[in-house]
């Protein structure tokens, strides 16, 4: 994959790794030095090099850094400032985001669920390179807005879908003829547990995802009838070319716990008739230690519907499964 950039290098005298910097943290809002390293440097031995570079956009006024809540060592959490936002913006490369990440949002409590989604999308990257396939430091977007319901004036959860992340990647396959690979284009809306919310909650978000995958957007009251072709299908085939899969990563307790979690999730699921018109969702659950371990293509995933086999994030049975504990 081409390394992120924005800028031209002469740009505010910015290194080339100082330009790759900038619009990671940007779209990934909190990171550590070492996920910047195993983002931009994965060879690198320490974090040295991209430490000294942080220094740097640092006395530029460009990013900041709050202390780890939960680290006893004072770990550094990186974010852009206001004035490394507009920089990355005025490259163009990056669609800007409402969300800003400030001083106060950076010392609160969602810290660690901020790194347990960028950890989860570092998990995705570091198997691509392991694999041959394409996922980058820039392949996942956090909490992109998919509205479900119509009127301007309704808020909040029954207006809007907000998954914690969509993330985008390229798995190649060979094809047995004369070594050519077959390229599959995925999507994913991922959403992350960290033993937090209750388990009607997270079954509540697969409610969510299915009245997604039925939206059809209606024209405003006394606008007329549509054009033709308009309002006629589903939202998302607008923004992607397939329903994406629905990846549910559960973290914050031990295996034990998350796998009682998982049954739990999946037996809501069964009993939910609300959910048997979307039952051709490809939803399936795994926890953020097994994706790091193993990668996204071992059998590490759950179906929360049907079947209990696991299988990988392709949601397909696999022979394998038993090699993975």
Known sequence: M??????????????????????????????????????LRPAATSTRYIRRQLEVLHGRGLVDASVRRT?????????????????????????PRAYRMTEDAAVSQLQEHTLAVNNMGLAFVTHARRLGDECGPLDWDPEVAHRVRDGDSRMGDEAFLVPDAVLRYIHTTPTGDGGQQQRMLLTFFCEIDRATMSIARLAAKLHAYARYA????????????????????????????SFPRILLVLDGASQSQLSKRTDDLRALAAADARLLPAADLQAGVTTLKQLRVHGPFAPIVTPVLGDPEPTDVLLRPSAAAASVA
Request: glycine share 10%.
């Open 2 to 39: 081409p390394r992120p950039r924005f800028l031209n290098p002469t740009d505010r005298g910015l290194s080339q790794l100082g330009q790759e910097i900038l619009p990671v943290l940007y779209r990934h809002r909190l990171l550590t030095a070492e996920q910047l390293t195993q983002l």
């Open 71 to 95: 680290s006893r060592a004072g770990e550094l959490l990186w974010y852009t400032t206001a004035l490394g936002c507009e920089v990355v913006e005025s490259g163009g490369e990056l669609a």
């Open 214 to 241: 039925r939206y059809i957007p209606q024209p405003p009251l006394g606008r007329g009838r549509p054009k033709a072709g308009g309002y006629r299908r589903e939202a998302w085939r607008a923004r992607y070319p």
